[in-house]
């Protein structure tokens, strides 16, 4: 009855240690291949071996049998404290929510749908399903009702929980249309613990015989792509896909997953809906890392909940670090501390690209005065904002988009060493992440262990790997459809590899911009550029058949406030600053320091200031901070004619 993946590949090479004789991590270099003179391929053998048996099911248990007692989860109080879960504790929470899925008629293979922001009941409902044979299939909490009626009809889901009555309310006047939901639970009215109470009576030996079914080659959940166009595509994720992420980035990312004699910790606040945040879940879990869960960005919710947990380790993508940057600098500068605030954030950058150059053996470290330096800043500047992420945070996985060389050389100067990576929800996560033992700034680094990467011809990134989804979900075809090229899954990103194996995002392949001149070119770098900037929020190139490149700009509100405060001006909507001289003038040289990054073609010419920031609600950006280019075209067409005098 569980729903197996036709062909699945078997492993190609047999995993290598990534530790040595002590347990510590040990470094193993990508085997390149090369072709008219550039890398074209770069590949990193497994560190853990390919699950055989079994399914993510199985490890609550497995972990209650191993370490009954080890801490494994910590749940937030209504009070915003927070209460540890043990193993043991934690397995009786998902065999009796299994039990209880099991007592509501649901059977193996059927699909339940989670409609709910980070929150420990995701976490717990993701492997009560599992333990039940169940398929789980996330549903943003953001989403629209079409997209939620959508993906509910698309996956065929039998029931939905929702985080909020307010959720379930919107769905009810398109409940007719989907004929196969037969259930809808809410977590704030208790309907998780009601389902725990009706599993009473059901065998805990039923739960055992389901998750003997299951197999690496199960489906394990359909996760539906937010995409930038087009209706969502469910990418069907088995098992096995996440073992062979998870596990080999639970032994490359060792001062995060294996650290011994430390209280290591991670607190998830992005979307579970993404894939991203689940993987990352799922590998504390398999990892026995205490993780905690928190529902809100809001820096006035996020920062209380960082300073009560006291991560070690945070999630998080390049914006949010660009934010907690900017917040720092603007709050110096109110202090009077702006100079001092500047100096500090060159030493580190200088200090952190000091000692990459050490770790890639092209230079001898930090010198005996940046030493001294930094440590001068420390206490001022860099341990304020270590504080302001809880204290304790030494690491950071960063996804999503290119975080840059200055901001990596920045926090790794400042103490919290940031792992990039690259992956699409097709490979479950990352399929290239930074070495911990030779980071490159600014790439995202290399494939993660049993990950091959290739160029093509045309710049495109193919991936291939045990991670790499089987197919795409389509009920019109009999289930899934192959998503891959003879092993291959094309990703539609474009990139580079270097001579050491390291990769490079330069850009998307739809996104490129083709001029009236025939010159391409990637926007993500001059875009993600100018993000960075205090007072910029988003920016989207255009010029696709154009004479020449140009931008549209969205204000950062808090940046615009601090900046008109600090010049002693009354603050006033954005939209009234559209055509603010000083504010164009300071925008201008910001476009012409990104400029230095590209050749006179590849140029941003003009800008024109939006009186609106793109927004998820206004659908022009994906839920995870992706612009919609296609639907900000629509609505800004008039903005873009006349910056070429339309």
């Not at 300073?307 to 660009?322: S, V």
């Not at 795409?472 to 270097?498: C, F, K, M, S």
Request: proline content about 7%; aromatic content about 8%.
């Amino acid at each position: 009855m569980s729903t197996p993946f036709p062909n699945a590949p078997a492993s190609s090479t047999a995993p290598v240690s990534a530790t040595d004789y002590d347990g510590l991590p040990i470094l193993v270099e990508p085997e390149t291949r090369r072709l008219d003179g550039a890398v074209r391929e770069a590949f990193v053998p497994p560190f853990a071996p390919p699950v055989k048996h079994g399914s993510l099911g199985d490890l609550p248990f497995d972990n209650a049998e191993t370490a009954p007692r080890a801490v494994v989860l910590s749940r937030r109080t209504a009070d915003g404290s927070w209460v540890d879960l043990t193993a043991a504790r934690f397995a009786e929470e998902v065999l009796a929510v299994a039990k209880g899925l099991i007592a509501e008629g649901l059977v193996p293979g059927d699909r339940i749908a989670v409609m709910a922001r980070t929150t420990y009941e995701w976490t717990l409902l993701d492997f009560a399903a599992w333990a039940a044979g169940l398929v789980t299939v996330p549903i943003y909490p953001t989403s629209s009702l079409f997209q939620t009626r959508w993906i509910l009809q698309d996956s065929g889901a039998v029931a939905l929980v929702t985080e909020t009555a307010a959720q379930a309310s919107a769905l009810g006047p398109e409940l007719d249309h989907i004929p196969d939901l037969r259930h809808l639970w809410v977590m704030e009215k208790g309907h998780v613990d009601r389902l725990a109470e009706l599993g009473a009576l059901v065998p805990d030996a039923e739960v055992a015989v389901r998750r003997g079914m299951l197999g690496p080659d199960t489906l394990a959940t359909l996760i539906y792509t937010s995409g930038t166009t087009g209706r969502p595509k469910g990418c069907a994720l088995s098992h096995g896909n996440f073992f062979a992420e998870v596990d080999n980035a639970i032994e490359l990312l060792h001062p995060i997953f294996k650290a011994k004699g430390e209280d290591v910790s991670v607190l998830l606040f992005l979307p579970m809906s993404h894939v991203f945040g689940r993987m990352v879940g799922i590998a504390c879990v398999r990892a026995r890392v205490r993780l905690g869960h928190v529902p809100s960005l809001k820096a006035e919710d996020l920062l209380p909940d960082l300073a009560a947990f006291k991560p070690t380790c945070l999630l998080t993508i390049p914006y949010m670090l660009e934010k907690v940057f900017n917040s720092a600098r603007a709050k110096a500068e109110s202090g009077g501390r702006a100079s001092s605030f500047d100096r500090a954030a060159a030493v580190a950058r200088r200090y952190g690209e000091a000692v990459e150059a050490q770790q890639t053996g092209t230079g001898p470290g930090p010198s005996r005065a940046l030493k001294t330096a930094r440590g001068f800043y420390d206490p001022l500047v860099y341990r304020r904002i270590r504080n302001a992420m809880g204290g304790r945070v030494r690491y950071a996985i960063c996804g999503g988009s290119p975080l840059g060389r200055r901001l990596a050389a920045f926090y790794a100067g400042a103490g919290i060493e940031i792992f990039e990576g690259y992956g699409l929800t097709e490979t479950t996560g990352a399929s290239t992440v930074t070495p911990p033992l030779k980071p490159r700034l600014g790439t995202v680094g290399w494939p993660l262990p049993g990950t091959k990467v290739r160029i093509a011809a045309d710049g495109e990134i193919l991936i291939a790997g045990e991670h790499v989804l089987r197919g795409y979900w389509d009920p019109q075809a009999g289930g899934v459809v192959p998503a891959t090229r003879d092993g291959w899954l094309p990703t539609g990103d474009i990139g580079e590899l270097d001579d050491e194996g390291y990769l490079t995002i330069t850009g998307r392949k739809k996104e490129l911009l083709i001029t009236a001149g025939g010159k391409s070119v990637a926007p993500a770098p001059l875009e993600n550029w100018l993000r960075s900037h205090p007072l910029i929020s988003q920016c989207m190139l255009v010029g696709d058949t154009r004479p020449f490149v140009s931008a549209l700009i969205t204000l950062d509100l808090d940046g615009i406030t601090h900046w008109r405060q600090m010049n002693g001006k009354h603050p006033v909507p954005p939209e009234l600053l559209v055509d603010d001289a000083e504010l164009r003038a300071i925008l201008q040289r910001a476009v012409d320091e990104a400029n230095r990054l590209v050749s006179r073609p590849e140029s941003i010419r003009k800008f024109t200031i939006l009186p609106v920031d793109f927004t998820e609600l206004d659908g022009h950006l994906t839920p995870s901070m992706k612009l919609r280019r296609e639907q900000i075209m629509r609505d800004f067409a008039t903005e873009v004619e006349e910056l070429y005098g339309g």
